[in-house]
């Protein structure tokens, strides 16, 4: 069984949660431990001759240390890029808190010393019209990463996420800071200070932006700027 579980999440769509995710596996492997890792929801997948294919999901199954099926890793591959609800629509398929909670519990059975679970947008994003993926972090009571993009306004919507998930009765085991563009957000100092002093959880590390590295090879490289102690010792 894993020993350690948790769900990244981040404070919109786009922030970076697939990369911070991997890197995060990168560096366990390079401690020496046996990682999982899913996205268990993905729209946007590829047709390909194996079947429906998500960029991420492959990202992920690249970085662990253990051998899974694709199915496996990412189990509702949906074809639309857009919300996962409203793609689930437009293909005809049903996805419930449930169904995914039951994926995830088949993942932690498997041995490993840290597994993630990558949900998809942000902390509120709709499963459907009842629920929301929110629902699958407090049904497996997983602490949780936040990925925050270091740009402007991100210190609000870390805050508001991070307390919403406190409030849904979770913690939160630690955030990453993680540069989406070139250029340097004005007074990143400052943001990553006031992040530190208020978001009571640890910087698990500040990525930087990586220009001229192959895609494939980002989460090796960001792996050295990730501090993951926090997650991985008792």
Aim: proline share 6%; glycine share 8%; with cysteine.
């Amino acid at each position: 069984m894993a020993k350690r579980s948790f769900f990244v999440t981040g404070t919109d769509t786009g922030v970076g949660k697939t990369i911070v995710s991997a890197a995060i596996l990168e560096a366990a492997k390079a401690a020496g431990k046996r990682t999982l890792a899913m996205k268990p929801v993905a729209s946007g997948c590829d047709q390909t001759p194996e079947g429906l294919r998500n960029e991420d999901a492959l990202m992920l199954q690249a970085a662990m240390t253990e051998t899974l099926p694709y199915e496996t890793i990412n189990p509702i591959a949906l074809e639309p890029a857009i919300a996962p609800h409203v793609a689930a629509q437009q293909v005809g398929k049903q996805v419930t808190a449930q169904r995914i909670v039951g994926f995830c519990r088949g993942m932690q059975i498997r041995p490993a010393d840290l597994m993630l679970i990558e949900g998809a947008g942000g902390w509120r994003v709709p499963l459907n019209d009842r629920e929301t993926y929110a629902v699958v972090a407090g049904e497996l009571r997983l602490p949780v990463i936040l990925v925050v993009p270091l740009k402007l306004g991100c210190i609000n919507h870390a805050m508001l996420t991070a307390e919403a998930v406190r409030a849904d009765g979770l913690s939160v085991a630690g955030w990453v800071g993680n540069r989406p563009e070139e250029q340097v957000m004005n007074c990143e100092k400052d943001t990553l200070n006031y992040l530190s002093t208020h978001l009571n959880a640890p910087c698990l590390g500040v990525l930087p932006w990586l220009d001229g590295v192959d895609h494939a090879a980002k989460p090796a490289v960001l792996s050295r700027y990730m501090n993951i102690a926090p997650l991985i010792e008792n």
